[in-house]
Structures are given as structure tokens and as C-alpha cells.
């Protein structure tokens, strides 16, 4: 997989330690749901589940739709205008761009919380979504911490184009990642050659696990759902903008192919 620059970024950002509590800076509609007794499919952690639910078509543990707070920030990729959301003013957020990646991270001001986009549009062609979590996982853990486990999951779909997907969520001390995965390849049909990765793309979210609910459901669930509502309008997903819904568009993060 074409690394570039983005380990070290992810190492430096999560290397931090926080001298002082984060300002919150919660969205509008703040959603605030206490942990203490929610059993889930990942466990104890609301939020964890939150983004589990949203991984899967589901609707997450929350009252209301969260949105932009009135002091957020704009981010807009240039060159990729559906990759375009507020955020908190006490996140900042850094372009990922290169030959191979095109992405964001944003990093909350104390470095104990992060949320990072990235479509690889020039992927290794036998990459596949495990090895990109797996890849995610040992820059981000640090050394001589075991993780735990929340809980992970894995398909594969076949319609014009293929579509596998890995989805983890981990402990590593006080910290909870959840990484996911997944990689649009050739199914036989289109060329390249039977299971060729064509594109690839990656999610993760982190932030301790003491307010990793707080996190997930007023940032990470706000910036989710600006990019759902902006990118589709409800209908089948378009990722990169160029008419071809991603279900048949081999190229679903480069509008210059299909």
C-alpha cells in the first residue's frame, strides 16, 4: 500500500499527551448518553456501537441528528469537493495528498482524539482491507501494548464491480480505535484482472475511552453525517461525483474514471 507521508502523521498526532482537558465544542443538538450499563455489539461503549450501527446501514444510539456548532470550521478538498465538512475549532485539521492518497486528518488540540478520511486511488493491486487495518494498527498501538478487541467484521459484495470491507474496533490502553476498511477490485469482468484492488479506502476514529461516546456522538457522528447528506441526497452513493454510482463505478474516488 502506498504509505507516502500518512503513518508518520497518524505516529506524531497520537504520540501526544494531553497537558490540559479539550474544550468541548459539541455541535448544536448535543446528543449525551452516559456508558454506565449499555451492553452492545462491541461492548460497553456506546459510542463504539454508534459507529458500528452507521457502518452497517443502521441507526446510531442517538436522539438527534448532531450538526455544526455556529463557531466550526469549513474544510473542502479542492481537488475533491465532496470531501468538504465543519469541524470543531479546537481540531485541526491537515490535507493528506499525494500520488497515491487524497484524504484529511483532523486532530483534536490535546492529540488524544482523531478522526482521519483517506482514499488511496492508486492502491497496490493485491491490497486488501485486512492489511490496511493491520497496517493502521501497528503504526497507531504503541509499543509493548496488547489490544483489545471490541469486536471486528468482514464482507464481501459482488455487483459490477466487487467491494470487500473490514471493520475492527480495538483498545489499546486508555485509548479506542475503530478502523474501517475497504477496497473496490476487479470481479473478472472488467479487465484488470479477476480480484485486482482498483481503489481502496479507510476510516478511523480515536479518542480515550472515558469520552470516546461524548467524541463519536456530537464530532465524529457530525462530520458523518454532513458528508452522507452532501454526497447523495438520499439516493444510492456517488462518492467521487462523476454520475456513476459507486456500485458500478470501478473508480469510486477519482472522477476522471469509471
Known sequence: MPRSFLVLVLGLALALVAGCPSEDNSGTGTNSHPDDGFSGTCGTSRGVDDLWKMSHGQVPNIDQIPVPG???????????????????????????????????????????????????????????????????????????????????????????????????????????????????????????????????????????????????????LAIIYQMLYTDSGGQEDDTDGDGYVDSVDAFPYDASRH
Open 70 to 220: 455556529g463557531d466550526w470550521v469549513l474544510y473542502s478538498e479542492p481537488t475533491f469537493p465532496l470531501l468538504g465538512f465543519m469541524y470543531p475549532p479546537n481540531w485541526n485539521a491537515t490535507r493528506i495528498y499525494d500520488a497515491s492518497d487524497l484524504g484529511v486528518q483532523l486532530v483534536r488540540n490535546d492529540g488524544n482524539a482523531m478522526f482521519l478520511r483517506v482514499y488511496v486511488v492508486y492502491p497496490r493491486a493485491d491490497l486488501t482491507p485486512q492489511q490496511i487495518v493491520d497496517a493502521e494498527e501497528t503504526q497507531l498501538v504503541p509499543s509493548g501494548v496488547t489490544p483489545t478487541l471490541l469486536c471486528q467484521d468482514a464482507g464481501d459484495t459482488v455487483t459490477s464491480v466487487g467491494q470487500r470491507y473490514q471493520l475492527e474496533a480495538i483498545q489499546a490502553g486508555d485509548q479506542i480505535l475503530f478502523i474501517s476498511a475497504n477496497t473496490v477490485y476487479d470481479p473478472g469482468n472488467l479487465g484488470y484482472g479477476a480480484g485486482t484492488t482498483l481503489q481502496a479506502a479507510l476510516d478511523i476514529f480515536v479518542a480515550p475511552a472515558a469520552e470516546f461516546t461524548q467524541v463519536t456522538e456530537n464530532v465524529f
